[in-house]
């Protein structure tokens, strides 16, 4: 009956846009994005799986930064280990083209090389078969933020080159057992977050920093990783291509995070500062992908500390990711600064500050849809036009919240409108993951906020699955829906439809 109402009330905004022979170019369907554009929703290992001591997986970092901040609940997460198929058919009956997933590193090899586990082996092909049959593309991240702890241990994990070896042999072991039902392989989740987070502010794992962390460099590390990462990815996308492409006609490729940066006033400073901080941000991993070295002001700012590629690395990185993923969820203004800034001290290097805007933070995104254009314009312009994947792109509310979570709904349908509005002026879009399918263990706020389509009671012995109506949404856009991203239109269908009930 619910989607019947929707389905009625979309209908009508419709019909009024057309009767007044207006474009409404705030109207869409899936049928209006490019044949072959997928869409589909994602999680990651850690956040889903949980079994955390099951079946000989091992601790990552990311196991032992939860542990260390008494986060409860991560172990067991949303149980996806032992609810797979029973969230593989809620994903059929959403009607999703694709699922985004990652591998545990340390759940396949337990002590980061050597023997494969051969449990985690099993479950992983049963999950991969689990979701062809349903007609459903896995979309595969080797590492979301959870190294296993083993190699942190020995050698400093990602600070060290010898991670290049491991990572590789890692990846080896993925694309033989899984690459010929695996099309779409991301090596490195967002590495400039991650490397912000773990060694430059020590809020995420490995939690290094300068001060109050217990170890690390916040000047020099976020540099180090970040270029081991794009070393290691290189090194995984030439075994793939070398070994693996031509049977398996798959592809690889990396994923970068970026918020939508609007300069803070209209001087000259700010909009510098702006420059900058997209150099940063984005030029930090695209700019050697694309043209294999860093920016120049990058390096004029960072200077011996940032890592040079040799002219055999220089080749090696330029030109190794197939396609590139964006994680987005809400844009900023960009200030410049002449002192520290509170959210990067490397950013504080570069002259430049961020303000989110009205009453976003990390936690609580506004629907700005303009950001994520942005975004895709600036890498369109300036990386000569990139495949790209929407790998990310979702609202936090308080896990708390009703299922009738309207505000994510406005977010989600603004934000495909931008999509949109991207391939029409030229980006190569080839799909669109919402985050997250359903509740997950959230690095930065634990179970207190969540992205899910459906909810999970963590409550509940069972971790019972809700579809929120978001869910509903999603699924009838899937179906053939027309919709609107116009963010007054979704609010009043949501009080059309309450008044309904």
Known sequence: MEIIIILSLVYSILFVCLAFGARCSHVYSRHDFPEGFVFGAGTSAYQWEGAANEDGRTPSIWDTFSHSHNMDGSDEACDGYHKYKEDVQLMADMGLDAYKFSISWSRLIPYGRGPVNPKALRFYKNLIDELVSHGIEPHVTLHNYDLPQALEDEYGGWLDRRIIKDFTAYANVCFSEFGNNVKFWTTINEPNIFVMGGYDQGLAPPSRCSVNCGGGNSSTEPYIAAHNILLAHASVASLYKQKYKDQQRGSVGIS??????????????????????????????????????????????????????????????????????????????????????????????????????????????????????????????????????????????????????????????????????????????????????????????????????????????????????????????????????????????????????
């Open 256 to 501: 970068v995070y970026g918020f939508g940066m609007l300069p803070f006033t209209n001087s000259k400073d700010d909009e510098l500062a702006t420059k900058r901080a997209q150099n940063f941000l984005f030029g930090w991993i695209m700019h050697p992908l694309v043209y294999g070295d860093y920016p120049d002001e990058m390096k004029r700012i960072a200077g011996p500390r940032l890592p040079t590629f040799s002219e055999d690395e220089s080749e090696h990185v330029r030109g190794s990711s197939d396609f590139v993923g964006v994680v987005h969820y809400t844009s900023v203004y960009i200030k410049h600064a002449d002192k520290h800034s509170p959210f990067s001290n490397l950013l504080s290097e570069f002259g430049v500050d961020i303000i989110f805007i009205g009453n976003s933070s990390l936690m609580e995104y506004q629907v700005f849809p303009w950001g994520l254009e942005e975004v895709l314009e600036y890498l369109k312009q300036t990386y000569s036009n990139p495949l790209i994947y929407i790998l990310e792109n979702g609202k936090p509310m308080e896990h708390k919240s009703p299922l009738h979570d309207t505000p994510r709904v406005e977010y989600i349908s603004s934000y495909m409108g931008a999509v949109l509005n991207s391939v029409r002026n030229g980006s190569r879009i080839g799909g669109y993951f919402v985050w997250s399918f359903m509740d997950l263990f959230e690095l930065l706020s634990g179970f207190e906020y969540s992205f899910g389509l459906y909810h999970v009671n963590f409550s509940d012995p069972n971790l019972k699955r809700s579809p929120k109506y978001s869910a509903h949404w999603y699924s009838s856009f899937l179906k053939g829906m027309t919709v609107s991203s116009h963010s007054l239109s979704i609010t009043q269908l949501h009080r059309n439809y309450s008044s309904s009930l």
